[in-house]
């Protein structure tokens, strides 16, 4: 996601200017920021985007690594955006339903939702709430529906944490 936004804005990821790593989760938070500074063979700058139920996760490997933080207001201070609730909840508020159901059925996913929207506990909820829950039903399709999402958004859709981490970036590639 971020990676589609950055190129959308013209920046070009390098060694030398900036890297995105997808984690694989919020507990490997500290191992990539390890990594990261071995890497650099120093304290290097780490921006970062986080869903609002992890901020903890991120608070304490911050601080096992020596970073000074202790709530989300120190966090935004080092350059990293929080998403409301989750990062598929953004996209999927950003662009609507019937939007997310159109890349749905790109991706050959439409008749599953389908299925999906009809078990018992999902009949009666809302399509935002069933679109959220569906991403995370079977392994790679959040990531999958993401970055799909992702290429779909323009400068108007683009939620504000998303835009926020890219600005981010852009500052520290190219400083004012």
């Known amino acids: 996601m971020v990676r589609v936004l950055c190129a959308a804005r013209g ?15 919020v507990t490997n938070v500290g191992h990539h920021l390890r990594t990261i500074q071995a890497e650099a063979a120093g304290r290097v700058r780490v921006l970062g985007l986080y869903d609002a139920p992890e901020e903890r996760f991120v608070l304490r490997a911050l601080r096992r ?38 890349v749905l059925a790109e991706l050959g996913e439409l008749e599953r939702f389908r299925a999906f929207q ?8 809302d399509v935002t709430d069933q679109l959220h829950r569906f991403a995370g039903t079977a392994s790679g399709r959040k990531l999958l529906l993401a970055r ?22 852009e500052a520290a590639v190219e400083p004012r």
């Open 148 to 169: 799909r999402l992702a290429e779909e958004l323009s400068p108007d859709t683009t939620p504000a944490a998303l835009a926020a981490l890219v600005t981010e970036i």
């Open 118 to 125: 009809r078990q018992p506990q999902w009949r009666e909820r």
């Open 65 to 102: 690594e020596g970073y000074d933080v202790s709530d989300g207001a120190d966090l935004a201070g080092l350059g990293f955006v929080l998403c409301d609730r989750d990062l598929e909840d953004e996209l999927i508020r950003a662009l609507g339903p019937s939007r997310v159901e159109a």
């Open 11 to 25: 920046l070009v990821e390098s060694a030398t200017t900036y890297q995105v790593r997808e984690m694989g989760g």
